[in-house]
């Protein structure tokens, strides 16, 4: 056992084999080890320590198996052509994990300890962070109720568990417009719910409208609220924005949607570049009709996957409305390259929201 940062470690004696940067897809190979800590009454949460990457071993009666107690977060490690390797806002996704925590009565981690968990991995498997522009390694911190019984009620014991995915760039040959479809037949996610907490449920809540989606040729899913089935909630697993005339417009953070880091970020950058910002409720009917008489001009989906998605083509209800001729719009790839460039150490971080491992 050795000692990295603060957390015992115990380093594999198997290490894998590796792929070339050309062969990484999305979360289909995983690191070399794995970060883990566990809660229990009265003990709190205690333990922290590096292992092995591998199994976890569970009772079938574990109570996240049968009732979805469970929340994770998603982030990146980018190394820049310098070699320097670094975190995009770990802090803030720390945060976002103890709000999502506390959405499912889950005792919630202190944001440093989460953070020092994630600088921790990419540390010990450094190595893996890939060396191609436009890859990176995606950090997947998720914690889980472990208690095996079959009540339903809090958990009483959980672990937390952060494991590393190297990752392929998004846009392999520049960025592509997708084809989303507004549902009104399925719902995401409603005011009360969990819909602001990144919880494991909200994702098997999706599966069947983006089955649905798919099936007529859509990329994507884009969310309508649960009551009216008429405000613009999120798109699949990202926040949208649109512009409409010269406004950039977002739905609010209203307790359907999740705090996006990467919306966050673009706002910020909008704001800074003096643009004419809205966080408000949008309708369906009023995007249509925008984009019917020419006004609107761009709309993007954010998220920490590909950074910005341009939208070049929306279905709602049988009707279709073609965006900017379906290419990516100027502001879209400008937001795009000014993200991308911060995270390689390209760009300046006027932010401060670089951290280097
Ligand atoms: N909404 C949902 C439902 C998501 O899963 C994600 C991805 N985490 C986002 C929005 C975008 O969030 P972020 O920019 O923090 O990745």
Same mark, same amino acid.
């Given at each position: @056992?050795?000692?990295?940062?603060?957390?015992? %470690?115990?380093?594999?004696?198997?290490?894998?084999?590796?792929?070339? =940067?050309?062969?990484?897809?999305?979360?289909?190979?995983?690191? =070399?080890? @794995?970060?883990?800590?566990?809660?229990?009454?009265?003990? *709190?949460?205690?333990?922290?320590?590096i292992v092995?990457?591998?199994?976890?071993? @569970? =009772?079938?009666? !574990?109570?996240?198996?049968?009732y979805?107690?469970?929340?994770f977060?998603?982030?990146?490690?980018?190394?820049?052509?310098d070699? !320097?390797?670094?975190l995009?806002?770990?802090?803030?996704?720390?945060?976002?994990?103890?709000?999502?925590?506390?959405?499912?009565?889950?005792?919630?981690?202190?944001?440093d300890?989460?953070?020092?968990?994630?600088?921790?991995?990419?540390?010990?498997?450094? =190595?893996?962070?890939?060396?191609?522009?436009?890859?990176?390694?995606?950090?997947?911190?998720?914690?889980?109720?472990?208690?095996?019984m079959?009540?339903?009620?809090?958990?009483?014991?959980?672990?937390?568990?952060?494991?590393?995915?190297?990752?392929?760039?998004?846009?392999?040959?520049?960025?592509?417009?997708? /084809?989303?479809?507004?549902?009104? %037949?399925?719902?995401?996610?409603?005011?009360?719910?969990? &819909?602001?907490?990144?919880?494991?449920? +909200?994702?098997?809540?999706?599966?069947?409208?983006?089955?649905?989606?798919? /099936?007529? &040729?859509? %990329?994507?899913?884009?969310?309508?609220?649960?009551?009216?089935?008429?405000?613009?909630?999120?798109? *699949?697993? #990202?926040?949208? #924005? #649109?512009?409409?005339?010269?406004?950039?417009?977002?739905?609010?953070?209203?307790?359907?949607?999740?705090?996006?880091?990467?919306? +966050?970020?673009?706002? !910020?950058?909008?704001?800074?570049?003096?643009? +004419?910002?809205?966080?408000?409720?949008?309708?369906?009917?009023e995007?249509?009709?925008?984009? /019917?008489?020419?006004?609107?001009?761009?709309?993007?989906?954010? *998220?920490?996957?590909?950074?910005?998605?341009?939208?070049?083509?929306?279905?709602?209800?049988?009707? /279709?409305?073609?965006?900017? +001729?379906?290419? !990516?719009?100027?502001?879209?790839?400008?937001?795009?390259?000014?993200?991308? &460039?911060?995270?390689?150490?390209?760009?300046?971080?006027?932010?401060?929201?670089?951290?280097?491992v």
């Amino acid at each position: @056992m050795t000692q990295t940062a603060r957390f015992p %470690t115990t380093l594999t004696r198997s290490p894998k084999p590796r792929q070339p =940067d050309s062969a990484l897809a999305f979360g289909k190979t995983f690191t =070399d080890h @794995m970060f883990l800590m566990d809660y229990e009454e009265g003990k *709190g949460w205690h333990d922290p320590r590096i292992v092995p990457y591998g199994p976890l071993s @569970m =009772d079938p009666a !574990t109570t996240v198996l049968h009732y979805a107690q469970a929340v994770f977060d998603g982030l990146k490690a980018y190394r820049g052509a310098d070699g !320097t390797i670094r975190l995009f806002r770990a802090q803030r996704h720390a945060e976002r994990l103890g709000k999502s925590c506390a959405g499912l009565c889950i005792p919630p981690i202190p944001a440093d300890l989460v953070r020092q968990s994630f600088e921790a991995i990419v540390g010990v498997d450094h =190595d893996w962070v890939p060396r191609t522009e436009g890859t990176s390694l995606y950090i997947r911190p998720t914690v889980i109720a472990t208690d095996v019984m079959l009540g339903v009620h809090p958990s009483h014991s959980y672990t937390y568990f952060v494991i590393c995915s190297p990752v392929g760039a998004y846009y392999k040959e520049g960025v592509k417009p997708v /084809r989303i479809l507004a549902t009104d %037949t399925h719902v995401r996610a409603v005011q009360g719910g969990l &819909g602001e907490s990144k919880a494991a449920a +909200n994702y098997a809540a999706s599966l069947s409208a983006q089955q649905e989606a798919e /099936r007529q &040729g859509f %990329t994507q899913v884009l969310w309508l609220d649960g009551v009216e089935r008429r405000w613009i909630d999120e798109v *699949g697993t #990202m926040n949208i #924005m #649109m512009k409409i005339g010269d406004e950039v417009v977002t739905p609010p953070l209203a307790g359907t949607i999740l705090d996006g880091v990467t919306r +966050n970020s673009i706002l !910020t950058l909008l704001r800074d570049w003096g643009h +004419n910002v809205s966080e408000r409720r949008v309708s369906i009917e009023e995007v249509m009709q925008a984009g /019917r008489e020419g006004k609107l001009t761009e709309m993007w989906g954010t *998220g920490t996957a590909a950074v910005v998605s341009p939208v070049g083509e929306l279905g709602y209800k049988g009707d /279709r409305i073609s965006i900017g +001729n379906g290419g !990516t719009g100027e502001l879209t790839q400008k937001l795009y390259d000014s993200i991308i &460039g911060i995270q390689y150490g390209r760009l300046p971080d006027a932010h401060g929201w670089m951290s280097t491992v």
